[in-house]
Nanobody, 116 residues
Framework: QVQLVESGGGLVQTGGSLRLSCTAS????????MGWYRQAPGKQRELVAE????????YADSVKGRFTVSRNGAKKNTVYLQMNSLQPEDTALYYC?????????WGQGTQVTVSS
């Protein structure tokens, strides 16, 4: 089993910044990809950013140029999301996701609220 623990959410004003962190632990050496998804009330969960162990990165169009995803740690088992120029539409519950072969693992989520 793999556990993902997120931190770093909170309340910020429009234009502000936050940094989310997620650390994976458990029975596998390394996750192939790690990333962030978000879900706003009444909307479907959507990809925010994802990074593979080889460094390939994918961003949602809505966050390109504002958010930066990175991985760190001895086994690259920590993923970060630096969020700048936050807008009210970025308000959502942010989930960390890790993938290994056919298995997907999710964190519990951390709330990000951007006030106008």
């Amino acid at each position: 089993q793999v556990q993902l623990v997120e931190s770093g959410g909170g309340l910020v004003q429009t234009g502000g910044s936050l940094r989310l962190s997620c650390t994976a632990s458990g029975s596998i050496d390394s996750l192939y990809s790690m990333g962030w998804y978000r879900q706003a009330p009444g909307k479907q969960r959507e990809l925010v950013a994802e990074i593979t162990s080889r460094g390939n990165i994918d961003y949602a169009d809505s966050v390109k140029g504002r958010f930066t995803v990175s991985r760190n740690g001895a086994k690259k088992n920590t993923v970060y999301l630096q969020m700048n120029s936050l807008q009210p539409e970025d308000t959502a519950l942010y989930y960390c996701k890790g993938s290994h072969y056919i298995y997907n693992y999710w964190g519990q989520g951390t709330q990000v609220t951007v006030s106008s």
